[in-house]
């Protein structure tokens, strides 16, 4: 895997590139960036979601089961000193699916606990909340 960061203004702006893709990051107008991308600790937890989305829906879609909607949400606090990590994560996932409650609560628990090297990375330093939800 190689990722690439350029610089693309006099400020924090930096344009990431991985494979045929590019995201744009940046900082808060606060703190000196011009707030025309993602802040790298946002990115922490859309990777997060992503990972846990990709499982999920693996894992229902090989047990034949429709997925009719999917979407998540992570709200996590940074603790005040530095470094700021997070102190706490809290990621809920809404679906509509006609697979069972067993069924979905199996799904999560591979996420968390064989599938996810996002969920793994971050639960190495914070304890990490996954709640499931019917749409």
Do not use: W
Request: with cysteine; net charge negative; aromatic share 6%.
């Amino acid at each position: 895997m190689k990722v690439s960061l350029e610089r693309m203004d006099d400020e924090f702006g930096m344009l990431a590139k991985a494979g045929n893709h590019e995201l744009r990051l940046d900082n808060a107008v606060e703190f000196g960036g011009k707030d025309r991308g993602f802040r790298p600790m946002e990115l922490m937890l859309i990777s997060l979601a992503g990972c846990s989305a990709i499982d999920i829906i693996h894992i229902l879609k090989k047990g034949r089961h429709e997925i009719h909607s999917y979407s998540s949400e992570v709200v996590a606090s940074r603790r005040e000193e530095m470094p700021r990590i997070f102190d706490s994560i809290e990621l809920v996932i809404t679906v509509d699916t006609d697979a069972s409650d067993g069924v979905l609560e199996r799904a999560v628990e591979l996420t968390k606990t064989k599938y996810c090297s996002a969920f793994a990375v971050l639960e190495a330093s914070v304890p990490v909340g996954l709640k499931i939800q019917r749409a």
